[in-house]
């Protein structure tokens, strides 16, 4: 089901930085628990950073450090900076939103998600 709308991937190179967007088109409606996934290939999807029905953020362990997931005031978009690239970020990015109520670790687990977009790749290079 494709309902979120990602942007802002494309071809990099190492060092660098980038942000992805994912844009949420029932804001409006109600609340979300939001979340960046991405996979990576030949591998399977796994979490990046989320941010609960209330707020709250979780970073996967693997993310700490170089991943920054923050909303605007409206919620109307969600984003995700990568700094220092790194080869290894190359991979499928995944927006992801749920209207339900999740906080910490549990807003990690990609089967809690209802509403996904097709994805946005990063693709890292030297």
């Known amino acids: 089901q494709v309902q979120m709308v990602e942007s802002g991937g494309g071809p990099v190179e190492t060092g660098g930085s980038l942000t992805l967007s994912c844009a949420n088109p029932?804001?409006?409606?109600?609340?979300?628990?939001m979340a960046w996934f991405r996979q990576k290939p030949g591998k399977e999807r796994e979490a990046v950073a989320s941010?609960?029905?209330?707020?709250?953020?979780t970073y996967e362990e693997s993310a700490k450090g170089r991943f920054t997931i923050s909303q605007d005031n409206a919620k109307a978009n969600l984003y995700l900076r990568i700094d220092d690239l790194k080869f290894e970020d190359t991979a499928m990015y995944y927006c992801?939103?749920?209207?339900?109520?999740?906080?910490?670790?549990?807003?990690?687990?990609?089967?809690?998600?209802?509403?996904w977009g097709r994805g946005t790749q990063v693709t890292v290079s030297s």
């Open positions: 941010v609960d029905f209330d707020g709250g953020i």
């Open positions: 992801a939103a749920d209207p339900s109520y999740m906080r910490g670790q549990s807003t990690l687990l990609e089967g809690a998600y209802k509403y």
């Open positions: 029932s804001y409006t409606i109600a609340r979300f628990t």
